[in-house]
């Protein structure tokens, strides 16, 4: 398991540029992944910098500065209202994995979706990350064509 102090979380400023994710993005390719390439893409096109109401995007840092997962949040387009978020370009270096820093960033972004968002909606097609959603409270839909699982937030307020 992971040492909280051995990470940090810092949220991408849509003014600035994306931090190196270079290697993240290398390996994901090599693991058939273009959706880091994607991210990197859309941000310094300007076509998606997470930066609408409620959205964000987040990466961990470990003690010796390197990048080793990354994620955000979208308004979700396709849902036809303002409460759905979509998670998106979540993704954890191969060699953290199984440490907790997925789990870390994950309840990170959620935490600071409830604020915005009702629902939370993600599409998957690999096994092990569904099998990570899941154990996360994400439920499995075949509903939809645009996202394979959804999570209902609970905005608690106290009265």
Do not use: C
């Given at each position: 398991?992971?040492?909280?102090n051995?990470?940090?979380?810092?949220?991408v400023?849509?003014?600035?540029?994306?931090?190196?994710?270079s290697?993240?993005?290398?390996?994901?390719?090599?693991?058939?992944?273009?959706?880091?390439?994607?991210?990197?893409?859309d941000?310094?096109?300007?076509?998606?910098?997470f930066?609408?109401?409620?959205?964000?995007l987040?990466?961990?840092?470990?003690?010796?500065?390197?990048?080793?997962?990354i994620?955000?949040?979208n308004?979700?387009?396709?849902?036809?209202?303002?409460?759905?978020?979509?998670?998106?370009?979540?993704?954890?270096?191969?060699?953290d994995?199984?440490?907790?820093?997925?789990?870390?960033?994950?309840?990170?972004?959620?935490?600071?979706?409830?604020?915005?968002?009702?629902?939370?909606?993600?599409?998957?097609?690999?096994?092990?990350a569904?099998?990570?959603?899941?154990?996360?409270g994400?439920l499995k839909?075949?509903?939809?064509?645009?996202?394979?699982?959804?999570?209902?937030?609970?905005?608690?307020?106290?009265?």
């Amino acid at each position: 398991m992971l040492n909280n102090n051995d990470i940090h979380i810092h949220r991408v400023n849509p003014a600035d540029p994306l931090p190196d994710i270079s290697s993240l993005i290398d390996e994901s390719l090599s693991e058939g992944f273009r959706f880091l390439q994607r991210l990197e893409d859309d941000y310094e096109s300007e076509s998606n910098r997470f930066s609408l109401e409620g959205e964000g995007l987040w990466y961990i840092m470990n003690s010796s500065s390197d990048v080793v997962a990354i994620g955000g949040i979208n308004r979700q387009k396709s849902a036809g209202d303002m409460s759905t978020g979509r998670l998106r370009r979540f993704y954890v270096r191969s060699a953290d994995r199984g440490k907790g820093v997925g789990a870390i960033l994950l309840a990170h972004i959620l935490s600071l979706s409830a604020d915005h968002f009702h629902r939370i909606v993600l599409f998957t097609d690999t096994v092990k990350a569904a099998h990570f959603y899941e154990k996360h409270g994400f439920l499995k839909t075949d509903r939809y064509r645009d996202y394979t699982h959804f999570k209902e937030l609970m905005t608690q307020r106290i009265l």
